[in-house]
């Protein structure tokens, strides 16, 4: 283990464990407490599209995808906030258009094709120092703007419409939690893909959410069940040669069974042999 320890990609993928924990215990207990999942799943595949035009244009893809996740959940408030357009109208039409453009511009683009494995479904082993960093900063930001603003977030994520009768910036609030959205989804796609990173955002926080009611406990809980999802999903994916990304997902939903039928058999203690 020692010498497995000594891997330099080891150690950020370890590292990058703790801090993709910290990102969805935060901003996956706000997307769960406001029901945001399905606008978050949406952001989630349109940032393909980002990705796509950024290897056609020879950027950044994780600039690309930061780019198209933001223009794309800001378009899907604005979009929804209209009578005439139906928020999962709005989200069908930006996860379909961002698949559909992060393929044509992948395929367009010339010389050697990237592998759209990585993407889809990630290699937290191939994460970078420099996206170590981004993470990093994106943890000091959110903590930073919950510490800042946690009455107000509390007060839109379970009440929006009172909140904003009693001047809670509400518009200020979503906006910018739907930015930090957008970020987490980016920088955690690396750790477990655009296909299964949305799971790494709400698997946690939802259970739990089986284990607390209260907003700064549940995150608390979601960061430590992410951590050791991540960590124990890093380890079978070792030991099994299985993809890391399927690894930890697998071990986050196993997870979740194993806390939902304690709480289950909590609420009810043999209830059947009582009867009897």
């Not at 009455?151 to 009693?166: G, K, M, Q, W």
């Not at 284990?211 to 999802?229: P, S």
Request: charged letters at 5%; hydrophobic letters at 55%; one cysteine or more.
């Amino acid at each position: 283990m020692s010498n497995l320890l000594g891997y330099t990609f080891i150690q950020h993928a370890l590292v990058s464990s703790f801090l993709s924990a910290l990102i969805c215990a935060f901003i996956g207990t706000y997307i769960v407490s406001r029901r945001l999942v399905f606008i978050s799943g949406g952001i989630t595949h349109a940032s393909f599209g980002g990705m796509g035009i950024a290897y056609f244009l020879g950027f950044n893809p994780l600039a690309g995808a930061a780019v198209f996740a933001i223009l794309s959940g800001f378009s899907i408030q604005w979009l929804s906030g209209r009578s005439e357009v139906r928020e999962d109208s709005a989200i069908g039409i930006f996860w379909s258009l961002g698949m559909a453009l992060g393929i044509i511009f992948t395929y367009l683009t010339p010389g050697y094709a990237p592998n759209l494995m990585s993407s889809l479904f990630g290699s937290i082993l191939a994460v970078s120092y420099s996206e170590m960093l981004m993470m990093a900063l994106l943890v000091l930001t959110i903590i930073l703007f919950f510490a800042f603003f946690y009455r107000l977030i509390l007060a839109t994520a379970f009440d929006p419409e009172y909140a904003s009768t009693h001047r809670v910036p509400v518009y200020f609030i979503n906006y910018t939690i739907m930015v930090l959205i957008a970020l987490a989804i980016v920088l955690s796609i690396r750790v477990a893909g655009i296909i299964l990173v949305l799971a790494l955002l709400t698997i946690p926080p939802t259970t739990a959410n089986l284990l607390t009611h209260r907003f700064n406990r549940m995150i608390i809980y979601a960061f430590f069940l992410g951590l050791l999802g991540n960590i124990s999903g890093l380890s079978i994916s070792y030991l099994l040669n299985l993809p890391s990304g399927a690894a930890i997902i697998m071990m986050h939903v196993s997870l979740f069974i194993v806390v939902k039928t304690f709480t289950s058999l909590k609420a009810h203690p043999a209830s059947n042999f009582e009867k009897e």
